[in-house]
């Protein structure tokens, strides 16, 4: 008998956690109210503040750095290194606004969603290899590693942790109340 085997090549992980903490909310809100002026990276409409590079130990700790080491842990327990937070930056999303597709510097990247009211447009994830795009038969593996898109429903405290170069956008928002998200980025050192 012939020996048979599947190897998956060339897969992504994406690492979901959930923070209910109005701590740490407040401090973002209260940035963001801070802030003066809008930049204009990847959204269409809406709100992006500059970027920030100091944050309170804990909210370093428990926001960016410990959702980062637990989704690397599960990705290989025997790797051990340190991780550096390289910038943050708040996002206000109103009804309509999106943002368009786009990759993170850094080794990692996250979102931690602040305020989502509903229909306020989900995470869309794209599958790196383009090539998928042009292919009709995608949608006959039921595999994420056949998906042209990962797209998740977000909630209020939910921070999602992925390499930071994994394309994403967010869809237009439908919700009458504003969508707030912290994005971050991660490196190595």
């Not at 910038?87 to 990247?109: Q, V």
């Amino acid at each position: 008998m012939n020996k048979m085997s599947l190897t998956t090549i060339f897969s992504d992980s994406i690492f979901k956690t959930v923070v209910k903490n109005n701590k740490y909310k407040d401090y973002f809100i209260k940035k963001l109210n801070s802030c003066k002026q809008s930049n204009y990276i990847s959204n269409v409409g809406g709100f992006q503040s500059n970027s920030f590079y100091e944050v309170p130990e804990d909210i370093l700790n428990k926001i960016f750095l410990r959702p980062a080491y637990k989704y690397c842990e599960k990705l290989n327990p025997q790797k051990k290194f340190k991780l550096e937070l390289i910038n943050y930056w708040i996002n206000k999303n109103k009804t309509n606004d999106y943002n368009l597709m786009h990759s993170h510097e850094g080794f990692l990247s996250g979102i931690y969603y602040i305020k989502t009211p509903d229909n306020c447009g989900r995470l869309v994830f794209q599958n790196g290899n383009l090539t998928k795009m042009r292919n009709n038969y995608t949608s006959f593996f039921y595999d994420s590693n056949f998906f042209t898109n990962f797209i998740f429903d977000v909630k209020e405290g939910e921070i999602y942790v992925f390499p930071s170069v994994m394309l994403h956008s967010v869809e237009p928002s439908r919700a009458r109340e504003d969508r707030i998200s912290v994005a971050f980025n991660l490196r190595i050192i």
